[in-house]
């Protein structure tokens, strides 16, 4: 039998789960209850944040964790150590606040005095005040500079002048030319940004970022050496950027953007020179302001530079020492709304701030996701969301930097649940995993494990909530079904058929396209792919047999999102791309420049020129890849909530498909390109189930029926399965009966179960969370009634509860048919069923938003409480 299925099948499959366990000094007891509530739900790792902790690598920090990793050796369980104070990594538990100088943040600022000319013996005063919070950011002016600008728009020009000679005891003398000018002075300060980072890091200088390695990690070396790479797995960065922007959740900060002040660093003057000329000094005034034809190249160099600064001396130092003393270091930046290739809160290139790392990583929290929004923007915490790049671009950009780095061993962590509130249960939780599972997401760490006592209103929901979530108990079934459906997902190669170019340097360099929009028209399309950035394309990457091959990975064709520029060297490779034979497809045009504005226009032709390469308008994109045969499955009918992803082991292929509809289910075919012995795999009950699937041509063709929300998973292996019996599934063909009631309803708080108190009779299933039922209840409904059956009907029976909200259990003369935190509620009774009078029990678990209706749970939509069926008996004909 293929080993990976054996194993998930057997229960042997490792963890891939490793929750958020929030530190507030609670007592050692606490503390242990909490470890063995995380272990008892199926989770054999915890990573530990301390933002809320008030001692942090103090005597009580320690003593805490002390006993978390004692309770982890015991339990064979690994911990992961958020690595500061609190989020966002960068803080050193305030050992900036002291710093030297040099060890602090920098930033270049500017600003500006206009003036008309001609006139002689003018006199500018271009010194900055004295530091003031709130006034004046101090500094030192380290150039003044004279721009010219049109007489009508007022637009600078090209025509510049370096007037840093001629400025003495603060003063500018200048004898102004004719016209209209802007006089900018450019003031590098330790002051700016988000005041609330002011005592951060400085994540463009090694000796800053030293700063926290020698303060968290050196510290935990000293303590817990002997269990680095053993208990101690790694470290975990929360949310690391430049936080240069005083308007840290405005997403769309960048150069540009008036007013704010940029990250710098004293090396940033012999990088700029080199990069730019020895003038660029002349030109620094366009990352704030539009002008001639250098400021795209400004603002590219720029960017191309801080993020190179921050890939080096941030990522790839703490993930160096890491990898040194044997653990890993794992974590995430900001993803937002496309801020993954901005400043702000960003870093710059998603790309480079986490190549340094050991897995890739992102996170989703505050309603970024939820099902049925995939292009409809929705509110968010702060700003409009962008549910195109949640839903297409953030896991696949994830996921695709897991596939190319070697290091990372196809790993990709995604932080989920977060800051939804209590309306939140394990229905949305599935549909979440489900999600990042289908676009290749393969570790997860759940937001959150409080041992605070409850209501804590710290970004709820809280997963055993000191034993108030009433759905806790049924947790560890997503667990185990997370951990199977990682297992099988991990370790093979990823098959798609076509790479998209990460739009990050083309962002900075003049007009673009984002990536996730080409990779919104595959996925719709059931055609996977890659993201690429420029980096890879440039070095690690080669074309065999007109096929695009990095890593295990090969892809069919490449594809550019439009992008007016492009660096020179990219626009070369991709010349040689095309002329060793990969299709490479522009979308809706090709560049009319390079970035660094020093392209052969010849090399431009050369491009446009070429037979391999073709401009197509977005919407035709996945039909110009379908009529050229790059594609792997095949789907009957037009599905675009439908997900799937494809992972080759050496003895099995897995094909993951996924129904994101939250409501309309989906009855079509799909052909598979590979052939052998076909199965259905329910990850779920862990069962394996008979397919229908013929042989046709080289591949497999079979009926895809998926409810709404609902996955499935078809194995395709080599060799018939040997023990595991597949079952043949019940289907609902035959309407036997429907349960109408009268329902006898009790009810039982998370800690009054399973002692119910009666609550009425109802004779017709309705919300129970409306006004004169039973508004503020959170807990357990448990619905009772017996109904006659006869074997005439049939041998084999099912139970379809139709909505329930949210997780179900039924019991069938007292005993349990099952568990269902999500649609369908469909449970085989054929074991339990018995002719003549059965007892039938139904238990529908809500959430804790009707008792707490918190301030996160505000931003969502809430669902009814209770059972609503139509509770129908189905059996087989």
């Given at each position: 039998?293929?080993?990976?299925?054996?194993?998930?099948?057997?229960?042997?499959?490792?963890?891939?789960?490793?929750?958020?366990?929030?530190?507030?000094?609670?007592?050692?007891?606490?503390?242990?209850?909490?470890?063995?509530?995380?272990?008892?739900?199926?989770?054999?790792?915890?990573?530990?944040?301390?933002?809320?902790?008030?001692?942090?690598?103090?005597?009580?920090?320690?003593?805490?964790?002390?006993?978390?990793?004692e309770e982890a050796r015991e339990r064979g369980m690994r911990v992961w150590i958020l690595d500061d104070d609190h989020f966002p990594t960068g803080h050193a538990a305030g050992r900036y606040k002291e710093a030297s100088q040099e060890l602090r943040r920098l930033y270049l600022s500017e600003s500006h005095i206009d003036a008309f000319g001609p006139s002689a013996h003018s006199a500018f005063l271009v010194?900055?005040?004295?530091?003031?919070?709130?006034?004046?950011?101090?500094?030192?002016?380290?150039?003044?500079?004279?721009?010219?600008?049109?007489?009508?728009?007022?637009?600078?020009?090209?025509?510049?002048?370096?007037?840093?000679?001629?400025?003495?005891?603060?003063?500018?003398?200048?004898?102004?030319?004719?016209?209209?000018?802007?006089?900018?002075?450019?003031?590098?300060?330790?002051?700016?940004?988000?005041?609330?980072?002011?005592?951060?890091?400085?994540?463009?200088?090694?000796?800053?970022?030293?700063?926290?390695?020698?303060?968290?990690?050196?510290?935990?070396?000293?303590?817990?050496?002997?269990?680095?790479?053993?208990?101690?797995?790694?470290?975990?960065?929360?949310?690391?950027?430049?936080?240069?922007?005083?308007?840290?959740?405005?997403?769309?900060?960048?150069?540009?953007?008036?007013?704010?002040?940029?990250?710098?660093?004293?090396?940033?003057?012999?990088?700029?020179?080199?990069?730019?000329?020895?003038?660029?000094?002349?030109?620094?005034?366009?990352?704030?302001?539009?002008?001639?034809?250098?400021?795209?190249?400004?603002?590219?160099?720029?960017?191309?530079?801080?993020?190179?600064?921050?890939?080096?001396?941030?990522?790839?130092?703490?993930?160096?020492?890491?990898?040194?003393?044997?653990?890993?270091?794992?974590?995430?930046?900001?993803?937002?709304?496309?801020?993954?290739?901005?400043?702000?809160?960003?870093?710059?290139?998603?790309?480079?701030?986490?190549?340094?790392?050991?897995?890739?990583?992102?996170?989703?929290?505050?309603?970024?996701?939820?099902?049925?929004?995939?292009?409809?923007?929705?509110?968010?915490?702060?700003?409009?969301?962008?549910?195109?790049?949640?839903?297409?671009?953030?896991?696949?950009?994830?996921?695709?930097?897991?596939?190319?780095?070697?290091?990372?061993?196809?790993?990709?962590?995604?932080?989920?649940?977060?800051?939804?509130?209590?309306?939140?249960?394990?229905?949305?939780?599935?549909?979440?995993?489900?999600?990042?599972?289908?676009?290749?997401?393969?570790?997860?760490?759940?937001?959150?494990?409080?041992?605070?006592?409850?209501?804590?209103?710290?970004?709820?929901?809280?997963?055993?909530?000191?034993?108030?979530?009433?759905?806790?108990?049924?947790?560890?079934?997503?667990?185990?079904?997370?951990?199977?459906?990682?297992?099988?997902?991990?370790?093979?190669?990823?098959?798609?058929?076509?790479?998209?170019?990460?739009?990050?340097?083309?962002?900075?360099?003049?007009?673009?396209?984002?990536?996730?929009?080409?990779?919104?028209?595959?996925?719709?399309?059931?055609?996977?792919?890659?993201?690429?950035?420029?980096?890879?394309?440039?070095?690690?990457?080669?074309?065999?047999?007109?096929?695009?091959?990095?890593?295990?990975?090969?892809?069919?064709?490449?594809?550019?999102?439009?992008?007016?520029?492009?660096?020179?060297?990219?626009?070369?490779?991709?010349?040689?791309?095309?002329?060793?034979?990969?299709?490479?497809?522009?979308?809706?045009?090709?560049?009319?420049?390079?970035?660094?504005?020093?392209?052969?226009?010849?090399?431009?032709?050369?491009?446009?020129?070429?037979?391999?390469?073709?401009?197509?308008?977005?919407?035709?994109?996945?039909?110009?890849?379908?009529?050229?045969?790059?594609?792997?499955?095949?789907?009957?009918?037009?599905?675009?909530?439908?997900?799937?992803?494809?992972?080759?082991?050496?003895?099995?292929?897995?094909?993951?498909?996924?129904?994101?509809?939250?409501?309309?289910?989906?009855?079509?075919?799909?052909?598979?390109?590979?052939?052998?012995?076909?199965?259905?795999?329910?990850?779920?009950?862990?069962?394996?189930?008979?397919?229908?699937?013929?042989?046709?041509?080289?591949?497999?063709?079979?009926?895809?029926?998926?409810?709404?929300?609902?996955?499935?998973?078809?194995?395709?292996?080599?060799?018939?399965?040997?023990?595991?019996?597949?079952?043949?599934?019940?289907?609902?063909?035959?309407?036997?009966?429907?349960?109408?009631?009268?329902?006898?309803?009790?009810?039982?708080?998370?800690?009054?179960?399973?002692?119910?108190?009666?609550?009425?009779?109802?004779?017709?299933?309705?919300?129970?969370?409306?006004?004169?039922?039973?508004?503020?209840?959170?807990?357990?409904?448990?619905?009772?009634?017996?109904?006659?059956?006869?074997?005439?009907?049939?041998?084999?029976?099912?139970?379809?509860?139709?909505?329930?909200?949210?997780?179900?259990?039924?019991?069938?003369?007292?005993?349990?048919?099952?568990?269902?935190?999500?649609?369908?509620?469909?449970?085989?009774?054929?074991?339990?069923?018995?002719?003549?009078?059965?007892?039938?029990?139904?238990?529908?678990?809500?959430?804790?938003?009707?008792?707490?209706?918190?301030?996160?749970?505000?931003?969502?939509?809430?669902?009814?409480?209770?059972?609503?069926?139509?509770?129908?008996?189905?059996?087989?004909?």
């Amino acid at each position: 039998m293929t080993t990976k299925l054996h194993e998930v099948l057997t229960g042997k499959e490792d963890n891939y789960i490793l929750p958020f366990f929030w530190q507030h000094g609670e007592d050692e007891e606490l503390l242990r209850e909490e470890m063995a509530r995380i272990h008892e739900s199926g989770i054999r790792a915890v990573c530990v944040e301390s933002r809320p902790h008030p001692d942090f690598l103090g005597p009580k920090w320690w003593k805490d964790i002390d006993v978390i990793m004692e309770e982890a050796r015991e339990r064979g369980m690994r911990v992961w150590i958020l690595d500061d104070d609190h989020f966002p990594t960068g803080h050193a538990a305030g050992r900036y606040k002291e710093a030297s100088q040099e060890l602090r943040r920098l930033y270049l600022s500017e600003s500006h005095i206009d003036a008309f000319g001609p006139s002689a013996h003018s006199a500018f005063l271009v010194s900055p005040l004295p530091y003031h919070p709130g006034y004046s950011i101090g500094g030192t002016v380290i150039a003044v500079i004279a721009v010219k600008r049109d007489p009508v728009t007022g637009v600078l020009t090209e025509e510049t002048l370096n007037l840093t000679d001629q400025v003495e005891n603060g003063k500018l003398h200048w004898d102004v030319p004719d016209g209209y000018w802007r006089i900018f002075m450019l003031n590098e300060s330790e002051h700016g940004g988000d005041p609330d980072k002011k005592d951060y890091m400085n994540p463009l200088v090694a000796d800053s970022v030293r700063v926290l390695i020698d303060t968290v990690h050196e510290s935990f070396y000293a303590r817990y050496r002997e269990d680095f790479g053993g208990t101690l797995a790694g470290f975990f960065s929360d949310e690391p950027g430049f936080y240069n922007d005083k308007d840290t959740w405005d997403f769309n900060s960048k150069p540009g953007k008036k007013g704010v002040s940029l990250p710098w660093s004293k090396e940033m003057y012999s990088l700029m020179e080199a990069e730019f000329g020895s003038d660029y000094r002349r030109y620094l005034p366009l990352l704030w302001h539009d002008g001639g034809e250098s400021m795209s190249r400004m603002r590219y160099s720029y960017m191309n530079l801080v993020s190179k600064l921050y890939a080096r001396n941030f990522t790839a130092q703490i993930g160096d020492w890491c990898r040194e003393r044997g653990v890993e270091y794992i974590g995430h930046v900001l993803e937002d709304s496309n801020v993954h290739a901005r400043l702000g809160s960003g870093a710059g290139h998603f790309y480079r701030a986490l190549g340094g790392q050991d897995m890739s990583g992102l996170d989703v929290v505050l309603w970024q996701l939820r099902p049925g929004f995939d292009e409809v923007p929705t509110r968010g915490m702060f700003n409009e969301g962008d549910s195109e790049f949640f839903n297409y671009g953030m896991a696949k950009m994830a996921v695709s930097l897991a596939h190319l780095d070697p290091k990372k061993k196809g790993r990709t962590m995604a932080e989920v649940f977060g800051a939804y509130g209590w309306a939140e249960g394990l229905k949305l939780m599935k549909w979440l995993t489900d999600h990042m599972l289908v676009r290749g997401v393969n570790y997860f760490v759940p937001h959150a494990f409080s041992p605070k006592e409850y209501p804590d209103r710290d970004c709820p929901p809280h997963l055993y909530a000191r034993g108030k979530n009433p759905q806790f108990r049924y947790y560890k079934y997503l667990n185990h079904y997370t951990n199977r459906l990682s297992h099988l997902l991990s370790g093979g190669t990823h098959i798609a058929t076509a790479a998209v170019l990460y739009h990050a340097e083309a962002e900075w360099s003049g007009d673009y396209m984002y990536f996730h929009k080409p990779v919104k028209e595959l996925m719709r399309n059931q055609i996977d792919c890659d993201v690429l950035p420029c980096d890879t394309i440039l070095s690690d990457v080669a074309v065999r047999d007109g096929k695009l091959a990095m890593q295990d990975e090969t892809y069919d064709c490449f594809i550019v999102p439009y992008s007016e520029a492009l660096p020179g060297e990219v626009l070369s490779k991709l010349t040689l791309m095309a002329e060793q034979g990969l299709s490479i497809f522009f979308i809706d045009g090709l560049p009319s420049r390079s970035s660094e504005g020093k392209l052969d226009p010849q090399a431009l032709d050369r491009l446009a020129a070429n037979e391999r390469v073709e401009v197509v308008t977005l919407d035709k994109l996945a039909g110009k890849l379908r009529e050229a045969g790059y594609y792997d499955v095949q789907v009957r009918d037009s599905e675009p909530f439908l997900r799937s992803y494809h992972m080759r082991h050496s003895d099995m292929d897995v094909f993951l498909f996924f129904n994101e509809h939250p409501t309309q289910a989906i009855d079509t075919e799909v052909y598979l390109p590979v052939t052998g012995s076909v199965t259905l795999y329910d990850a779920y009950t862990n069962k394996l189930l008979e397919s229908d699937s013929v042989q046709e041509g080289e591949g497999s063709r079979l009926k895809l029926k998926l409810p709404a929300s609902e996955t499935i998973v078809i194995i395709v292996s080599g060799e018939e399965l040997g023990e595991w019996e597949a079952a043949k599934p019940i289907t609902d063909e035959k309407l036997i009966m429907a349960l109408t009631g009268p329902w006898s309803v009790a009810t039982a708080t998370s800690e009054q179960y399973p002692a119910f108190t009666p609550w009425r009779e109802l004779d017709t299933l309705t919300d129970l969370s409306r006004s004169g039922l039973l508004p503020s209840f959170s807990g357990t409904y448990r619905y009772e009634m017996v109904w006659d059956w006869s074997p005439v009907f049939g041998n084999r029976a099912m139970i379809d509860l139709g909505e329930a909200f949210e997780t179900a259990e039924v019991f069938l003369n007292g005993v349990s048919a099952g568990i269902r935190i999500a649609a369908p509620y469909q449970f085989d009774l054929s074991d339990l069923i018995r002719e003549g009078s059965n007892s039938l029990a139904i238990e529908v678990t809500n959430t804790l938003v009707l008792e707490t209706p918190d301030f996160f749970s505000r931003l969502g939509q809430l669902e009814p409480s209770g059972l609503l069926g139509p509770v129908q008996l189905y059996c087989e004909k």
